[in-house]
């Protein structure tokens, strides 16, 4: 997994609440067995006309988001299924970046895995950012280690994030590795409870 | 010693291994698997040289890929593939599967608790939102990602942050007539689609502890929609006589000591949650959805709302969003919108008593003009059942299709689905745009309004539906 540490890129709008992974990544694509090359599916429902043209309404479809590696959402961005299809599609589009007021937890915890960064931020500070970044090219740099988000015009602000998921990300660490050290504890405690 | 919570108790009996700063390293009881989320978990640990820890605590499924019609010849070649892959999986790693020709094949959630797998106190989990549906049996039970599945696969453990706790109160009694998939999805509905993110909620009070079994895992399955990672129910005797004689409990001389270490797990009096809600069981009505997430729903003597109806502006973002979408106008009466399609099934509604219910409501009718509706037993087991009960031919009799089990038109992964523009009462847990299929209209329901829906083709209080033929 690529560590993030600090990143600067180009943000994409999704002005819309309770966007599930349903529409992140439409079921007829969880078909592959395969982790890589979801990315021309993301969105697929609200991204592509029926004759496979681009819809030029879309919000990522606008110029202004054109290379978009940073992500603005709304409320409960990734609710519902599971499927860690989602990131995986996030991610191979380009995102590294996601910022909304609120996750959905499973989607928030998949992210991790993935290399992708979910920031949550005031809802006012979010909408700010969308009201930036909705009609031109804005950039935002995202700094993971010192826990900061800055603009080339002034803004700055910070955001929280678990230490133990921010380590993961600073230094793209593969978690069974980890967890298998720590083999010895789970021999223990199988012993001890039968199991 | 302080009363503790069930979620309290289950966590401190499973943590391997609690250090400051870091989540809690927890056990895993039980794994389920389906053809979905595996594949690339089980290359993963192909490519890293790493073998599954406890084949005999992971329990695998084929439910969301396979068709409800021939099950001898799949027609969906990638969709077969990744089903082989999954038997290929599981012979490689030496875990048991119910696969396609299994008599034990059916949707994960409705097979782990039919063969006993499921039972309280455990932690289970499985590459699937819904696994929240276990808790029914007071076990902490929830969806993962792949990444994790993988994780489990190789550790039998994950590591977690300690969820904050929840109580949902239904107090009360409810009216006649209401049903288990009323009471959730008037829960989400008065509460929000994501008041549950972060928690674990525990399902209490008098109509609660009044439902089955198979009614508190509607109820639990359904937490995650919203927002919660899992929800439960502390076990008590309707448990235990549930699980009794179930391939996976241990029977004779060990079964009432096993009972009693369950019931051990029961939320103790007095016991404090991080947050609670009541709702009165007395105020549920026959609820029917009108939008795009499971939290629009209302009343079927409502009518449609409007966006100023909206409590915060990010409400009235989304109901504008899913009128768009649902293609219904404000101040529509509920009973006034006609469907074309219903589909009784998914992991939510597809048991034995639903099937009952819904039988119960056909029986003696017939499909109305320009509906199709369609039958999708839970599991190979409940088709069987209600085989010898005559339920299919009630159903088959009134119009209705009776299909093999699977998840089906619930997420239409199979080729069951629904045309783009036209309407479904579905007893399926999400109504997510195209969730049914691309430009597909979900409008959820209980499986007794699914019924009646399809003999009036439209929404009617299944109630009165009653009273206008008696």
Partial sequence: MEPIVVHKGNVGVLNRVNVDTDQIIPKQFLKRVERTG?????????????????????????????????????????????????PWALDDYGFKVIIAPSFADIF?????????????????????????????????????????????HGFETTFEINDYLRNMLLKGLDEIGITLEYEAHIDAYEKQVNA | MAPKTIVEKIWDRHAVLEEEGKPDLLYIDLHMVHEVTSPQAFEGLRLSGRNVRRPDRTFATMDHN???????????????????????????????????????????????????????????????????????????????????????????????????????????????????????????????????TGHVIEYTGEAIRG????????????SIEAGARAG?????????????????????????????????????????????????????????????????????????????????????????????YMDLTPGTKMTDIEIEHVFIGSCTNSRISDLREAAAVANGRTVATGVRAMVVPGSQEIKRRAEKEGLDEVFKNAGFEWRESGCSMCLSMNPDFVPEGER????????????????????????AMAAAAAVTGSFVDVRDLDKATV
């Avoid at chain 2, 198979?214 to 359904?222: D, F, K, L, Y």
């Avoid at chain 2, 409502?302 to 966006?307: D, G, H, I, K, M």
């Avoid at chain 2, 049914?436 to 499986?447: E, F, Y």
Wanted: hydrophobic letters at 35%; a negative charge.
């Fill in chain 2, 66 to 196: 396979v068709p409800t019609q021939d099950r001898t010849s799949i027609s969906d070649m990638i969709a077969k593939k990744q089903m082989e892959t999954l038997s290929a999986n599981c012979e490689e790693f030496g875990i048991e599967v119910a696969d396609i020709d299994s008599p034990n094949n059916g949707i994960v959630h409705v097979i782990g608790p039919e063969l006993g797998l499921t039972q309280p106190g455990k932690t289970i989990v499985c590459g699937d939102s819904h696994t929240s549906t276990h808790g029914a049996f007071g076990a902490l039970a929830f969806g993962i990602g792949t990444s994790e599945v993988e994780h489990v696969l190789a550790t039998q453990s994950l590591w977690q942050s300690r969820p904050q706790t929840m109580e949902v109160r239904v107090e009360g009694r409810l009216q006649d007539g209401i049903t288990a998939k009323d009471i959730i999805l008037a829960i989400i509905s008065k509460f929000g689609v994501d008041f549950g």
């Fill in chain 1, 38 to 86: 979801f990315g021309q599916f993301l969105f697929y429902d609200w991204r592509f006309n029926a004759d496979g043209s681009d819809n030029e309404d879309f919000e990522l479809n606008q110029p202004s988001a054109e290379g978009a590696t940073i992500l603005l959402a709304d409320h409960n961005f990734g609710c519902g299924s599971s499927r860690e299809h989602a």
């Fill in chain 1, 108 to 152: 928030y915890n998949n992210c991790f895995k993935n290399g992708i960064l979910p920031i949550r931020l005031p809802e006012d500070e979010v909408y700010q950012l969308m009201e930036n970044g909705k009609d031109e090219v804005y950039e935002l740099t995202v700094d993971l280690e010192n826990q900061k988000i800055s603009d080339d």
């Fill in chain 2, 211 to 222: 439902l089955t079994m198979e009614e508190r895992m509607t109820i639990c399955n359904m």
């Fill in chain 2, 424 to 447: 479904c009462a579905s007893t399926s847990n999400r109504n997510f745009e195209g969730r049914q299929g691309k430009g597909a209209r979900t409008h959820l329901v209980s499986p």
């Fill in chain 2, 232 to 324: 439960l129910i502390s076990p008590d005797q309707v448990t235990v006589d549930y699980l009794k004689g179930r391939r996976f409990v241990e029977e004779g001389g060990d079964f009432e000591a096993q009972a009693e270490q369950w019931l051990s797990y029961a939320t103790d009096e007095g016991a404090e949650y991080d947050a609670a809600y009541v709702i009165d069981a007395q105020e549920i009505e026959p609820m029917v959805t009108w939008g795009t997430n499971p939290a629009q729903g209302v009343s079927v003597h409502e009518t449609v709302p409007a966006p100023e109806d909206g409590n915060t502006p990010a409400e009235a973002k989304a109901i504008k969003q899913s009128l768009e």
